[in-house]
Nanobody, 122 residues
């Protein structure tokens, strides 16, 4: 069992930056992939980014490429999503998920956090 907790959300203006953190406990994160997803009001959960174990595979959704960076610190059992050049359309609740492989499908992740709100104002 892996417990997952996100932090780092907040409110920023267009063009601002935020760093989301994903803390895992219960098991070492080293052998797992980490995915970030987001869900805006009235919309389905959307893939944002994922990183495989040992950072062997990194994926980004097209709209965040060049603006978001995913990385991990296995020694600290942490993963991060650095978000820059934020846009109002990035506004959503962001979720961290842990699974076996870096995947786009949220159904393939076994463990989820509660989410952290990101609000970008114009």
């Amino acid at each position: 069992q892996v417990q997952v907790a996100e932090s780092g959300g907040g409110s920023v203006q267009t063009g601002g930056s935020l760093r989301l953190s994903c803390a895992a406990s219960g098991r070492t994160l080293r052998s797992y992939a980490v995915g970030w997803f987001r869900q805006a009001p009235g919309k389905e959960r959307q893939f944002v980014s994922a990183i495989g174990w040992s950072s062997n595979n990194i994926l980004y959704e097209d709209s965040v490429k060049g603006r978001f960076t995913i990385f991990r610190d296995d020694a600290s059992n942490m993963a991060y999503l650095q978000m820059s050049s934020l846009k109002p359309e990035d506004t959503a609740v962001y979720f961290c998920a842990v699974g076996s492989y870096a995947e786009l499908d949220p159904g393939l992740y076994s463990y989820w956090g509660q989410g952290t709100q990101v609000t970008v104002s114009s």
